[in-house]
Structures are given as structure tokens and as C-alpha cells.
């Protein structure tokens, strides 16, 4: 059965919360999704999962050290998380705080692993954000997020 592993960094426990939402949205799915805080976390994990999803706070315009730490202890097996399903998401404390910035950076280190990334038409683009608490909007592309990324690790370990 495809397993994906949702990692996040929460310190006011806004980043958390969307990452139980796409979680959720995983398991709707009829995926098997495992939520785990970035610093309970080994490198060495990402390697027997199908789909890697990865949030965190906006710090200074990317991502938490956590989580930056976790992506640079992947380094010693590069190459290996080919062809995975990968996403981002992130909450910052205000408009323009990063959001952005923050997905890009973590979705540019799952490219150079060679990992599958899915934008999203309709959604926020590149993963969900939240401006301070989630709010509906933010929970709800949480959701969506978690359903797409289950339905393209399907397609992905046929």
C-alpha cells in the first residue's frame, strides 16, 4: 500500500494544524499517511515512503532550521528519493511574510532529488499557506492538497 509522510515544524502550532489537515486529506484518500514533527524525524525515514510532504513556519523568508537541517542530512543519499511524490506548505505571521519563498525553497531541494512536484490550477499554487491560525481557506487547500497528493502517489506506485 502507498505510504506518505507528512513533516512539519511548529512552534505556535499554526504549521501543525495544516499538516493534519492534509494528512487528513490523505487518508480520505484511502492512502496510509504518517504525521510526524520534523525533529522526531531521521533522513534516512524519506527513503520508505511514496510521498513526502514538508511544512514549515516562515522564518526570516524560508524555511526553519528543522527543517532545513532534515534536508541537509538527505545529502548523503542523494539520487534516492527519486521519482517520490513531494509537496510544501508553510504559515507565516503576516501578508508578504514569506510564504512563498518558504514552499519554493523546500520544493527546490525535493527537485534536486529528482522528486515528482504537482502544482495546483485553483488552489494556492504551490502549497497551502496560512497567514497566522489557519483560517477555512487555508484548511480547506490543506485538504485538497492532502487529496491530490494521495491520488498522484496512486498513479505514481502503479
Known amino acids: 500500500m502507498a505510504q506518505v509522510l507528512v513533516i512539519y515544524y511548529s512552534q505556535s502550532g499554526n504549521t501543525k494544524k495544516m499538516a493534519e489537515e492534509i494528512t ?4 480520505e484518500e484511502g492512502v496510509d499517511a504518517v504525521l510526524k514533527d520534523v525533529i522526531d524525524t531521521r533522513a534516512d525515514e524519506l527513503l520508505k515512503y511514496d510521498g513526502i510532504v514538508i511544512g514549515s513556519p516562515t522564518y526570516y523568508g524560508t524555511m526553519a532550521f528543522q527543517v532545513k537541517k532534515l534536508l541537509d542530512e538527505t545529502v548523503k543519499f542523494h539520487g534516492k ?17 514569506g510564504n512563498e519563498t518558504t514552499i519554493l525553497d523546500i520544493i527546490n531541494a525535493m527537485l534536486i ?9 485553483q488552489g494556492d499554487h504551490y502549497g497551502p499557506v496560512s497567514i497566522g491560525a489557519p483560517d477555512s481557506r487555508a484548511l480547506k487547500n490543506c485538504l485538497r492538497l492532502g487529496g ?11
Open 148 to 158: 491530490r497528493i494521495a491520488r498522484l502517489v496512486k498513479r505514481c506506485t502503479v
Open 81 to 97: 528519493l527519486e521519482g517520490k511524490v513531494g509537496a510544501a506548505f508553510a504559515s507565516s505571521a503576516n501578508i508578504a511574510g
Open 113 to 121: 532529488h529528482g522528486m515528482v512536484i504537482q502544482g495546483d490550477p
Open 24 to 27: 487528513r486529506g490523505i487518508k
